[in-house]
């Protein structure tokens, strides 16, 4: 199995870090080995957040490097373009305008959705991205955060999958 590459996007106070919790935690409970980085800036003042996450059979290296991510996650539209660079040719995109608008009961379970819209990507099973959600996320808020990975994982079979011949 190849290595994985994903990038997560955004300003401090969306959730990146979390995400990539999750990401790394549902990657890791598949028998996979996973490595991440983070990258915080200015993240207490809103500024730029960045997460790579590598998994494979083996990763040697936590940093995706330039041009190489696999899929792009970017939970600021601002930030789309910045980091742009990070994807390889044929790597896939996922951003909120993904998310039909007005479709999260609350706006801080987006980093969540995204991730939804990831895992139709990706050959984990819903199940697995559950247990994840449960393990890492507060119980008070399990219920609203489920379901915004299942309006998340919605919306990314409307995006399509990646197939075999695409390197994904």
């Known amino acids: 199995m190849a290595v994985t590459n994903i990038v997560l996007a955004g300003l401090g106070g969306q959730g990146v870090v979390t995400a990539s919790d999750l990401l790394s935690t549902?990657?890791?409970?598949?028998?996979?080995?996973?490595?991440?980085?983070?990258?915080?800036?200015?993240?207490?003042?809103g500024g730029s957040v960045t997460?790579?996450?590598?998994?494979?059979e083996q990763v040697f290296?936590?940093?995706?490097?330039?041009?190489?991510?696999?899929?792009?996650?970017?939970?600021?539209?601002s930030q789309v373009e910045i980091n742009r660079h990070?994807?390889?040719?044929?790597?896939?995109l996922i951003t909120p305008?993904?998310?039909?608008?007005?479709?999260l009961r609350n706006r801080k379970s987006l980093n969540v959705?995204?991730?939804?819209?990831?895992?139709?990507?990706?050959?984990f099973d819903e199940a697995t991205w559950m247990q994840a959600i449960r393990t890492r996320l507060p119980e008070k808020i399990h219920a609203i955060n489920e379901?915004?990975?299942?309006?998340?994982?919605?919306?990314g079979e409307r995006l399509g999958?990646?197939?075999q011949t695409e390197g994904v």
């Open 26 to 45: 549902a990657a890791f409970s598949t028998g996979l080995q996973v490595k991440k980085s983070e990258v915080h800036g200015m993240s207490q003042r």
């Open 51 to 56: 997460s790579d996450v590598r998994f494979g």
């Open 61 to 77: 290296s936590p940093m995706v490097p330039d041009g190489e991510a696999d899929f792009l996650l970017v939970f600021e539209p």
């Open 86 to 92: 990070w994807l390889r040719p044929g790597g896939m």
């Open 97 to 103: 305008d993904d998310i039909p608008e007005g479709s």
């Open 113 to 123: 959705a995204l991730l939804g819209a990831l895992s139709v990507q990706l050959d």
């Open 147 to 155: 379901q915004a990975f299942a309006i998340g994982r919605g919306a």
């Open 161 to 163: 999958r990646k197939t």
